[in-house]
């Protein structure tokens, strides 16, 4: 079946504008994520959906990132008056588990967001 | 807190070499542990993991790991590289106490393969 899907892949936004970044997981996956990859860093842990409640919001970076999954599927991230320093890719993942047991997370391509 | 450490941010080998990808960690719990490839452009693929059981791992493309806890080592392995295992490679334990198993991921290392 299909993987994950993310959308847009690229995106260059000018400082101070609102982005949202779309993630389509594997259908039927219980759990989902966000990570934050920075230009030669490994993933780093944004946020977690068990279906659509938001579990574990620790690594929001601030109050300017927000995430939402209304209906227990696809998944929006939504950054608000961007910064230069959120420059990164954006990587989803899904898993079939609720997040209880070490499954598999399936990763998304990333959207590569620029901010000028 | 755990993490996970990553030595060399590139590994060159020729092509037929062994290859060594070396990857400590931490953690207060028994780990959970992962090694993902990333190719160019595309989304991390896992190349295999240890949660109980067998600490030698066995994992897709030849690749296998072994888990050490006297060293806190989870280091991967290839006895052949091959020109298309040129990718950056990342360790990642899971984030149990958490309860979400997030995963916490080392800094990666890129594999460059030479003819």
């Known amino acids: 079946g299909a993987g994950v899907s993310q959308s847009p892949r690229y995106k260059v936004a000018k400082r101070g504008q609102d982005v949202a970044l779309r993630c389509d997981p594997i259908?039927?996956?219980?759990?989902l994520f966000w990570y934050q990859q920075a230009l030669g860093q490994g993933p780093e842990f944004l946020t977690y959906f068990q279906n659509e409640a938001q579990l574990d919001k620790s690594g929001l970076p601030s109050d300017r990132f927000f995430a939402e999954r209304p209906e227990g599927s696809v998944s929006t991230l939504k950054i608000q008056r961007t910064q230069q320093e959120d420059s990164a890719v954006y990587l989803c993942?899904?898993?079939?588990?609720?997040?209880?047991?070490?499954?598999?997370?399936?990763f998304g391509p990333g959207t590569r967001l620029t901010v000028l | 807190a755990q993490s996970v450490t990553q030595l060399g941010s590139h590994v060159s080998v020729s092509e037929g070499a062994l290859v060594l990808l070396r990857c400590n960690y931490s953690?207060?719990?028994?780990?959970?542990l992962f090694w993902y490839v990333q190719y160019p452009n595309q989304g991390l693929q896992l190349l295999l993991k240890?949660?109980?059981?067998?600490?030698l791992v066995k994992g897709i493309n030849g690749f296998e790991a072994e888990f050490k806890k006297s060293e806190t080592s989870f280091h991967l392995t290839k006895p052949s590289a091959h020109m298309s295992d040129a990718a950056e490679y990342f360790c990642a334990v899971s984030d149990r106490p958490s309860g979400t198993y997030k995963y916490i991921f080392g800094t990666g290392t890129r594999l460059k393969v030479l003819a």
């Open positions: 953690s207060s719990v028994p780990p959970y």
């Open positions: 993942a899904s898993s079939l588990s609720g997040g209880r047991t070490p499954n598999e997370q399936f």
């Open positions: 240890y949660t109980t059981g067998a600490t």
């Open positions: 259908s039927g996956h219980v759990s």
